[in-house]
């Protein structure tokens, strides 16, 4: 993957909140509850102050549709067909339990595909890059450092049979069992936030299916870099999962349908056929 002077910005800005992000997660924070009852702190404001500004330099123009943003009730006037997508703190969760799975997300989404994104997990150091068509690596950030081993990413080209799946740690429901279970999956890898898309792109995992509601910033990063690695994303009835939807008619928020994420299009294909069986057996 080239790093292009749009990659280099969207790794800074990761690395720049990513950092405010472990000082509050080493010093503690309070929390706060947003209208829908999810989870707020100041951290998830800082980090989303530090990327929006960046943003605005690097992209002028672009409009950004950011969660804290949007909390706030403050959207672009127009999205459009090219805009980012930020989540400043994807696993608010895991990050006030003191658990390390949380990360930043940065994702540009084009005519409703994410084409580059950005995922960085700071406790773990581990940076995620890619961009549509020309690939995606996979960055240790050393502590202190901004610089690290830069390793490609890929997919697993042959799921194994049966195939391993990741699912979240927060969020796991019987639908999501019952599909693992007639996908015959018996290894199964828990993890919080957008890493669940990561460890696909590195060849871990074979599946991710997710039944809940999530958001576009929840998924946009972590679906690009999936992509850039050659992996393959669709709703749980196998259509495009898309971006953008608030401009569709009837959809009137972010919110994602559910989707099924893997590393090859035939899995993504299996799984959508078996969800559908059991839609059909009532």
């Given at each position: 993957?080239?790093?292009?002077?749009?990659?280099?910005?969207?790794?800074?800005?990761?690395?720049?909140?990513?950092?405010?992000?472990?000082?509050?997660?080493?010093?503690?924070?309070?929390?706060?509850?947003?209208?829908?009852?999810?989870?707020?702190?100041?951290?998830?404001?800082?980090?989303?102050?530090?990327?929006?500004?960046?943003?605005a330099k690097a992209f002028p123009g672009v409009p950004v549709v950011a969660e804290e943003e949007v909390a706030a009730g403050r959207l672009p006037e127009e999205v459009g067909e090219r805009f980012f997508l930020v989540d400043p703190l994807d696993g608010t969760r895991e990050f006030i339990s003191g658990?390390?799975?949380?990360?930043?997300?940065?994702?540009?989404?084009?005519?409703?595909?994410?084409?580059?994104?950005?995922?960085?997990?700071?406790?773990?150091?581990?940076?995620?890059?890619?961009?549509?068509?020309?690939?995606?690596?996979?960055?240790?950030?050393?502590?202190?450092?901004?610089?690290?081993?830069?390793?490609?990413?890929?997919?697993?080209?042959?799921?194994?049979?049966?195939?391993?799946?990741?699912?979240?740690?927060?969020?796991?429901?019987?639908?999501?069992?019952?599909?693992?279970?007639?996908?015959?999956?018996?290894?199964?890898?828990?993890?919080?936030?957008?890493?669940?898309?990561?460890?696909?792109?590195?060849?871990?995992?074979?599946?991710?299916?997710?039944?809940?509601?999530?958001?576009?910033?929840?998924?946009?990063?972590?679906?690009?870099?999936?992509?850039?690695?050659?992996?393959?994303?669709?709703?749980?009835?196998?259509?495009?999962?898309?971006?953008?939807?608030?401009?569709?008619?009837?959809?009137?928020?972010?919110?994602?349908?559910?989707?099924?994420?893997?590393?090859?299009?035939?899995?993504?294909?299996?799984?959508?056929?078996?969800?559908?069986?059991?839609?059909?057996?009532?």
């Amino acid at each position: 993957m080239r790093m292009t002077d749009e990659m280099r910005a969207l790794r800074a800005l990761c690395l720049e909140a990513g950092a405010v992000l472990l000082d509050y997660f080493h010093g503690g924070v309070a929390v706060e509850s947003k209208a829908d009852d999810s989870p707020v702190t100041e951290a998830d404001r800082r980090a989303e102050a530090i990327i929006l500004a960046g943003l605005a330099k690097a992209f002028p123009g672009v409009p950004v549709v950011a969660e804290e943003e949007v909390a706030a009730g403050r959207l672009p006037e127009e999205v459009g067909e090219r805009f980012f997508l930020v989540d400043p703190l994807d696993g608010t969760r895991e990050f006030i339990s003191g658990r390390g799975d949380f990360t930043v997300n940065i994702a540009l989404v084009e005519k409703g595909v994410p084409v580059m994104g950005a995922v960085y997990a700071p406790h773990r150091g581990s940076l995620y890059l890619g961009r549509l068509g020309e690939g995606a690596v996979e960055e240790t950030v050393a502590a202190g450092s901004g610089d690290g081993e830069v390793v490609p990413l890929r997919v697993r080209a042959a799921p194994r049979v049966p195939p391993v799946a990741v699912a979240s740690r927060s969020h796991r429901d019987a639908e999501t069992d019952a599909l693992l279970t007639a996908m015959g999956v018996n290894d199964t890898v828990s993890v919080g936030s957008s890493l669940k898309f990561c460890l696909v792109a590195r060849g871990e995992a074979d599946l991710y299916p997710r039944f809940g509601r999530t958001m576009e910033w929840d998924t946009a990063a972590g679906h690009a870099v999936l992509l850039a690695a050659g992996g393959s994303v669709s709703r749980l009835d196998g259509k495009p999962f898309l971006y953008g939807k608030r401009n569709q008619p009837h959809d009137a928020d972010f919110a994602n349908p559910g989707f099924l994420a893997a590393g090859t299009s035939d899995l993504v294909r299996a799984a959508a056929a078996k969800v559908a069986e059991a839609s059909a057996a009532g």
